[in-house]
């Protein structure tokens, strides 16, 4: 029998990383999805090609896989019964129909008698892990459910791989074919696995995960908003074009800087290895072929500037440790005013200042007009 990785999701993070990684691990992988088309190549061909774009590229053939409905609970349930690991990247609002389909194979795995099981976690929801645990245990039997959920770990991942915008003409008109960039690092809550995690490619358990999750939202998705609004007010049209510019990059280094001494005061990373990982991730940020756009680097911005996202948030955890948050400061008044006609959230974000001001809506954020960090919001706002 086949060792084999049940992913939940085939789309762009599902095929175009996990099955990576489950692949060169040597197990078979089994795409639990609901698109007919995608289903049915997974079926027709076993295999399928990822490209990888920038330094680095290569085709990669992903072999042994297969396909089955998200719809037929019963196929489901025999395959996460089965698998020796389980994986999520449907994306937060497919939770729902995920967990009836994960509980009936844990019910199946626990009536049958079989070893624990972790769930990888790979979706962009704040504790997406207790999410997907309690929806899960709504749908097992009340006499059961503490002991199966005793012996299934909800293990909630980081995932940073970057993947352009897809187009059919990309892609040959392949329907499984996908662009990614080569990085394929998935740290992993390794407090939450239940008996012994399978040792997966790229997959890195990490005890203080927090300080991960941090990482990630502070300095990936802060700089990535920071090449966003930046740009966006200098008319540039990609997130590449935007790190060229002298003046916006010097800015996301002050950015990266201040977020930097934060999260290595509060989580205790080391300074050389955090540092590495910035300039890393800044020479993936100079990749021409991911080719993301300042529109969609910055488009929501009243998501992106809630209070504990990337921008304030990061802005709040640099004061917590003592850091003055300068650079931080410039950059979220930037991102108020982001007014793509493009984008209802920056539509929606440009007539609430017309109607209410800046301190109004600053206050929503936690933020006094008369803070110190108020006070540098509202005149980079106002460009003084």
Not at 42 to 62: D, F, K, Q, S, T
Not at 131 to 160: H, N, W, Y
Not at 163 to 190: F, S, W
Request: proline share 4%; aromatic share 6%.
């Amino acid at each position: 029998m086949s060792r084999t990785a049940v992913q939940f999701g085939a789309g762009n993070i599902g095929r175009g990383f996990l099955g990576q990684l489950f692949h060169e691990s040597g197990l078979e992988v089994v795409f639990v999805d609901v698109a007919p088309d995608l289903l049915g190549a997974l079926n027709a061909r076993h295999e399928y090609a990822i490209h990888i774009v920038g330094p680095g590229a290569e085709e990669v053939r992903i072999t042994d896989v297969r396909g089955v409905d998200g719809r037929d609970r019963e196929a489901v349930a025999r395959e996460v019964a089965d698998c020796e690991v389980a994986c999520t990247a449907a994306g937060a609002g497919a939770l729902k129909h995920v967990a009836p389909n994960l509980a009936a194979g844990l019910l199946l795995r626990h009536r049958e008698r079989r070893g624990p099981l972790n769930v990888l976690i790979c979706e962009n929801l704040h504790g997406a892990n207790a999410v997907l645990r309690g929806l899960a245990a709504e749908c097992l039997p009340e006499g059961e459910r503490d002991e199966i959920l005793a012996k299934t770990g909800f293990v909630q991942a980081v995932v940073s791989r970057m993947v352009p915008l897809q187009t059919a003409a990309d892609n040959g008109g392949d329907p499984l074919a996908i662009r990614v960039e080569a990085y394929k690092r998935l740290p992993v809550d390794g407090c939450s696995a239940v008996g012994n995690l399978p040792a997966i490619s790229g997959v890195e358990p990490v005890g203080n995960f927090l300080a991960h999750v941090e990482r990630k939202l502070y300095t990936h998705n802060c700089a990535h908003a920071t090449l966003g609004y930046l740009g966006y007010a200098r008319g540039i049209e990609f997130g590449y074009e935007a790190l060229a510019d002298p003046s916006i990059a010097a800015t996301l280094r002050e950015v990266l800087s201040e977020t930097g001494e934060a999260l290595i005061r509060k989580h205790g990373f080391d300074r050389g290895e955090h540092t590495a990982h910035v300039d890393d991730l800044l020479a993936r940020f100079a990749n021409r072929e991911l080719g993301d756009t300042c529109f969609r680097l910055a488009r929501d911005p009243i998501r992106k500037l809630a209070p504990h996202d990337r921008l304030v948030g990061a802005a709040r955890l640099c004061e917590s440790q003592g850091v003055e948050p300068v650079a931080l400061a410039g950059v979220i008044g930037a991102a108020f005013r982001f007014d793509s006609p493009d984008d209802t959230s920056a539509v929606e974000l440009q007539e609430m200042l017309h109607e209410h001001g800046i301190e109004w809506l600053l206050k929503d954020d936690g933020i006094g007009p008369d803070d110190p960090l108020g006070r540098r919001i509202i005149a980079a706002y106002r460009g003084e």
